[in-house]
């Protein structure tokens, strides 16, 4: 079947600091992997994307891989700000499960001056 | 550029009333879902539609229902309101394109909803 697992949280980090929020996935044929951002009382928004294996998805400073191998797509922001504070959801989608997304629990990150 | 509209934002219901939350997307898209999110969950599929006068159920589909008599609009009916309803609501849409580039969704902003 097809499945998201996100790194719990909540996060804290200070402002600056580099952020990785893990990302795996199951899933039949090759999905396309997505990051959506929600800020608080907002619905969510689509924060990078990538359809195929190798691809990398940035928007923002944030980066994630589309991992086959390791079946990832972890987030990464190299110095992150106020800002920035937001829960974050990993999700799979495309042709291969119906066009049906498959959304993570979502990870909280606070991000302090 | 509209998206996708919810309405209402908020709202408050007594315990047995019914409602129903209003989504419209301009975007043409084929498909749309109806998702709940509970305070520090994820979101549930309650129901989702792949074009006009289709409508399947999600992972949570008991005590909604839903109708899709046009692409633009996908409106959520809530009957016999009852506390395990609070939740904020979303609507979202996508193309559902084969073509895996262009499968990504776009949300509403949106319906908090409070049974009382």
């Known amino acids: 079947g097809n499945s998201v697992t996100q790194m719990e949280g909540p996060v804290t980090l200070s402002e600056e600091a580099f952020l990785t929020i893990n990302c795996t996935y199951t899933a039949t044929g090759y999905p396309s992997l997505f990051w959506y951002v929600q800020y608080p009382g907002e619905g969510l928004q689509l924060l990078l994307k990538a359809t195929k294996a190798d691809d990398k998805g940035s928007n923002k400073g944030f980066e994630a891989t589309y991992r086959k191998e390791t079946t990832s797509f972890h987030l990464e922001k190299g110095s992150v700000q106020v800002s920035d504070s937001a829960v974050y959801f990993c999700?799979?989608?495309?042709?291969?499960?119906?066009?049906?997304?498959?959304f993570g629990t979502g990870t909280s990150l606070t991000v302090i001056p | 550029n509209a998206g996708v509209t919810q309405t209402p934002k908020f709202r408050i219901l007594k315990i047995g009333q019914s409602m129903t939350l209003q989504c419209t997307q301009d975007m043409n898209h084929n498909y749309m879902y109806w998702y709940r999110q509970d305070p520090g969950m994820g979101l549930k599929l309650i129901y989702y539609?792949?074009?006009?006068?289709?409508?399947d159920k999600g992972e949570v589909p008991n005590g909604y229902n839903v109708s899709r008599s046009t692409t633009e609009d996908f409106p959520l009916r809530l009957e016999l309101a009852a506390p395990s309803q609070t939740s904020v609501y979303f609507c979202?849409?996508?193309?559902?394109?084969?073509?895996?580039?262009?499968?990504?969704?776009?949300f509403g902003q949106g319906t908090r909803l409070t049974v009382v």
């Open positions: 999700a799979l989608s495309g042709p291969w499960t119906g066009n049906q997304f498959y």
């Open positions: 979202a849409s996508s193309p559902g394109s084969v073509a895996p580039a262009h499968t990504e969704a776009f």
């Open positions: 539609s792949v074009g006009a006068g289709i409508t």
